[in-house]
């Protein structure tokens, strides 16, 4: 009911601004980045028929997003079934009719168009207006589809980089975070699953009250509230995870205050710490993640150690110090 109600009033918003426009048409344009002309023009049709498709099916307020045979050739099947999962958890449209940015040329043939501008239906306010990563093949077809990282966050990860082969380590690194992101949203328990170490660490906080009249002589200084830590195997995680899934009609992560750490030794292990802001349809948290991610199989990187704490207790932030990262684990 909320997706439906939000789609109506989005379609009505989007109807009423100007009667004689064609409000529903978007037009990709691909400015830069890609030298191969056939290539960018595939490109553009792709990523405008989608985008257009999308304000399309709002404004008729439809459930699904319906394509005729040749719309439905620009996806791969990979990046059908994402738009199909992103769909199922939020209807999306983009707010603007003109969308001008870069094409990036990633290693093994992928594509990126970055900074696409929508609107998550489903989000609150302050969360609804998102930006939308297109990733396509060598023939222009969408592949995948991710929810972006802030701009300036993208930037901080790869304007780090000290050589050519960190650059594209940092682009990989970035690639995986915004997947990670983009499957909670999607609820593909599938993803996740495959992206954890079958023996990985798996830890998380939470914030518990004291009973003051249970402490002894020895602990009446302590506060009012402490984080407790709780172990998991990965099949606990999955398996509560995918609770989670079936009881939320809608989950939508976003990663803020992003921090990449190389280990000393290790030049295939990263550490990787955000801000998460967990909004789904029955919970909403926010806290502080923190990823080990091992880049020794390049094309298939695994999450080794994932922690994740709340970010205040006792009425105040949790001390930077307190946050984990990659110099607190052994290797």
């Known amino acids: 009911m909320k997706i439906l ?3 109506l009033t989005a379609a009505f918003a989007i109807c009423t601004v100007s009667a004689s426009a064609q409000l529903d048409v978007v037009r990709l344009t691909v ?5 191969d002309e056939n290539l960018k023009a595939n490109i553009e049709k792709s990523a405008s028929t989608l985008l257009s498709s999308l304000n399309s099916t709002v404004i008729a307020g439809k459930s ?5 045979k040749e719309a439905e050739l620009l996806f791969t099947k990979d990046g059908r079934k994402c738009l199909d999962e992103l769909w199922a958890s939020s209807a999306m449209m983009c707010p603007v009719s003109q969308v001008i940015e ?8 992928t594509v990126q168009v970055r ?4 609107t998550i239906l489903a989000a609150d306010d302050d969360n609804c207006e998102q930006e939308l990563v297109m990733c396509f093949n060598e023939q222009g077809q969408i592949d995948n589809l991710m929810i972006a990282l ?9 304007n780090a980089q000290i050589s050519v082969k960190d650059f594209h380590r940092r682009q990989a690194i970035v690639d995986f975070v915004e997947n990670f992101r983009t499957a909670y949203n999607r609820k593909d328990i599938e993803y996740i699953n495959n992206v954890f170490s079958d023996n990985a660490l798996i830890i998380t906080g939470k914030v518990v009250k004291i009973d003051k009249k249970k402490q002894d002589l020895t602990s009446q200084s302590l506060s009012g509230e402490q984080i407790q830590y709780q172990k998991s195997t990965k099949e606990e995680y999955i398996n509560n995870l995918k609770r989670c899934f079936k009881n939320n009609s809608y989950i939508n992560l976003i990663f803020d205050e992003l921090e990449v750490m190389r280990h000393p030794k290790r030049d295939d292990i990263f550490g990787v710490t955000l801000k998460q802001h967990w909004n789904s349809s029955n919970y909403s948290d926010v806290g ?4 080990m991610i091992n880049f020794e199989d390049e094309m298939n990187p695994a999450i080794q150690v994932r922690t994740w704490q709340p970010d205040k207790y006792n009425g105040k932030p949790l001390p930077r110090e307190e946050v984990f990262s990659l110099d607190m684990f052994s290797i």
Do not use: A, T
């Not at 502080?288 to 990823?291: C, G, I």
């Open 102 to 109: 870069k094409g990036i040329m990633l290693q093994g043939g």
């Open 115 to 118: 900074n696409i501008p929508v």
């Open 5 to 7: 109600k939000s789609i």
């Open 288 to 291: 502080y993640l923190f990823l």
């Open 31 to 35: 400015e830069d980045g890609i030298s």
């Open 150 to 158: 802030e701009e300036h966050r993208y930037l901080d990860v790869i």
């Open 64 to 68: 699904k997003i319906k394509m005729d």
